[in-house]
């Protein structure tokens, strides 16, 4: 049986799209067999993110109304091997998914995968609902704001109380948070909330918390997920919460202010 | 027959209660119908018993006459009590149980009487019946999130903390062993005895039966710090553990 990793965070933009792709490339790297799902059924981002648009002929919904089967849809990843990806349809709306179809379509891909992770739409509503409906693990992504904290707490009160596991009364969904977009010297500055602040109102267990950094724009952009640019701070930082997920020990890095060198603070970097 | 067919249970019932001093009908139906007129949807179909305690004797035919009165006022009269001197010969007319009088009511009544009433025929009173039984303590162990509501009909007891949007409601008292961020409502059936105590006042608001504060006023007084909360002469009061 595969382990259902859902990817949310009740706010919109806050980097699930890119946390997705970056875990499961991470997982797949990691000799896991490995396949990510688009649930954000109308506006379909991840394989662009995955930079797989191209490939695209079958959608999830296809799967779902039985118009196409799955290994016709799952586009296997070209620079990592064991990773598939399930687009979402962009022609369709969430009101396709039916708890029937996504649960029969789970089913089969945990036949032939380690991990599946369900890249969520952004909200509460439907398409979210049936992202997180058969999770085992939750990976909650937040900014260090206020705004992303109050709605992740949201999520999280969703994930222990409209949730297969919930509702069968089985042991709840493990739940991780997942800062991103940190920036140390804003956080010094008081600006932003602190991992510890965001720690302590939500009070689940870090993952890990990833840098805000250049290299995700450049990397969504380029359809490379993140995690492989092993140059980039927000990269590693991925690694990191993989390895943590995976039950490993990593100790936490790039959460403080990085003193600048001589010649960086001379040449203004 | 089977054990699981009904079940006899104790319940704690709030009443209205019409003390009667003066046995006028006339003048009580009048101030009566002054009160409902101040709130009317308090006294819709209200469940009221008529207390004639304080009475010398009651005759039957004002009896009869006074809980028609009631009734017509949409008054569900659902009980009387005996005077203190007697029960009434006629009682088994009545077609109404007949209450057994409180004793610890008498104390009260003095205490009333030396405090200028502003109608001396009529004094309106919540009262709780049957003290003694006590609703279920509710527990809840796990984060209380954002847009979750919790509803106790006793005590409720939060062995976590209680999120910014989330909302609590006792009609006892609030036990938070954690951060009270969200709204905390202690006392909702009127329980003015009841208090909200936590480890950490962050509220967005606290209420004990009715009576509310917000969160900028808590922040003048007691802030992230242990305290509880509870209702002094009708105000409410914040106060360190």
Redesign the interface.
């Known amino acids: 049986m595969a382990k259902i990793i859902v990817v949310t965070s009740g706010k919109g933009g806050v980097g699930k799209t890119t946390s997705s792709a970056a875990i499961g490339t991470g997982l797949a790297l990691k000799g896991h067999k490995t396949v990510i799902i688009d649930f954000d059924v109308g506006l379909r981002n991840l394989d662009l993110i995955m930079g797989c648009e191209r490939r695209v002929v079958y959608d999830f919904v296809n799967v779902i109304n039985k118009e196409a089967t799955l290994s016709q849809t799952l586009i296997k990843d070209k620079r990592t091997k064991n990773l598939s990806i399930l687009p979402a349809s962009q022609t369709r709306d969430k009101d396709a998914l039916t708890p029937e179809g996504v649960e029969a379509v789970l089913n089969e891909l945990s036949e032939q995968f380690d991990y599946i992770v369900c890249d969520s739409p952004a909200g509460i509503e439907k398409g979210a609902q049936m992202a997180l409906y058969f999770a085992d693990v939750a990976i909650v992504v937040t900014n260090p704001e206020v705004s992303s904290v109050r709605d992740s707490d949201r999520i999280l009160g969703i994930l222990q109380s409209k949730s297969r596991r919930a509702e069968k009364g089985d042991s709840p969904i493990e739940e991780h948070l997942l800062l991103t977009r940190y920036n140390p010297e804003r956080v010094s500055d008081g600006e932003m909330l602190s991992v510890e602040d965001v720690e302590e109102i939500l009070a689940i267990p870090l993952l890990g918390v990833i840098p805000e950094s250049e290299a995700v724009l450049k990397a969504s952009n380029q359809g490379t997920p993140v995690i492989l640019d092993n140059q980039a701070e927000a990269g590693l930082a991925y690694s990191d919460a993989v390895d943590r997920l995976l039950g490993e020990e990593r100790p936490l890095r790039f959460i403080d202010v990085q003193k600048k060198g001589f010649f960086k603070r001379l040449l203004g970097g | 027959m089977s054990d699981t067919d009904f079940r006899l249970k104790g319940s704690v019932v709030t009443t209205v209660v019409l003390e009667v001093r003066c046995l006028n009908v006339e003048q009580i139906v009048q101030g009566l119908k002054e009160k409902i007129a101040q709130v009317p949807q308090f006294f819709n179909q209200a469940p009221l018993i008529v207390d004639f305690c304080a009475c010398e004797s009651v005759s039957y035919e004002s009896f009869d006459q006074l809980i028609g009165r009631c009734r017509e006022l949409g008054l569900a009269v659902m009980g009387w009590r005996a005077p203190e001197s007697g029960i009434p010969s006629w009682r088994t007319d009545a077609l109404l149980p007949m209450l057994p009088n409180a004793s610890n009511r008498k104390l009260n009544i003095k205490s009333e009487e030396s405090a200028p009433a502003t109608d001396p025929h009529v004094v309106i009173k919540t009262v709780v019946e049957e003290r003694d039984v006590s609703q279920p303590t509710k527990l809840i162990t796990?984060?209380?999130?954002?847009?979750?509501q919790i509803y106790a009909p006793g005590d409720l007891i939060v062995v976590?903390?209680v999120?910014?949007?989330?909302e609590v409601l006792a009609e006892g008292n609030i036990h938070i062993y954690?951060?009270l961020?969200g709204r905390a409502l202690a006392g909702i059936k009127g329980d003015t005895q009841a208090r909200i105590f936590c480890r950490s006042m962050e509220a967005e608001l606290v209420s004990v039966a009715g009576n509310f504060m917000l969160s900028d006023a808590l922040q003048n007084i007691i802030w992230k710090d242990t305290a509880q909360v509870l209702l002094v002469d009708d105000a409410l009061e914040i106060v360190s553990l």
Do not use: C, N
Request: without cysteine; glycine residues 18%.
């Open positions: 796990k984060p209380v999130r954002s847009g979750q976590s903390q999120s910014a949007g989330a954690g951060a961020r």
